[in-house]
């Protein structure tokens, strides 16, 4: 499956909150996820995340913005 940062991962359940997007912030055995809807982030293994995936957006919404680091101002 070609996950990239900052796509938007459409999931089979939804958080909470109502959303079912969430924007990925890091790859790897983990992947880092920031909930459209209220801004939750989470860490969840892969395996768990893939498993859940209905769809893969390229393209961010509105409501969800890149993450971004304090550190480099």
């Given at each position: 499956m070609n996950i990239n940062i900052g796509?938007?991962?459409t999931m089979k359940k939804q958080h909470p909150c109502?959303?079912?997007e969430?924007?990925?912030l890091r790859i790897g055995?983990?992947?880092k996820l920031k909930c459209c809807g209220c801004e939750h982030i989470v860490m969840?293994?892969?395996v768990k995340v893939e498993k859940n995936i209905?769809?893969?957006n390229n393209q961010v919404p509105q409501?969800?913005?890149l993450y971004t680091s304090d550190a480099a101002d």
């Open positions: 796509d938007i991962l109502g959303s079912k969430w924007e990925v055995a983990d992947f969840l293994p892969r209905k769809k893969v409501n969800c913005l």
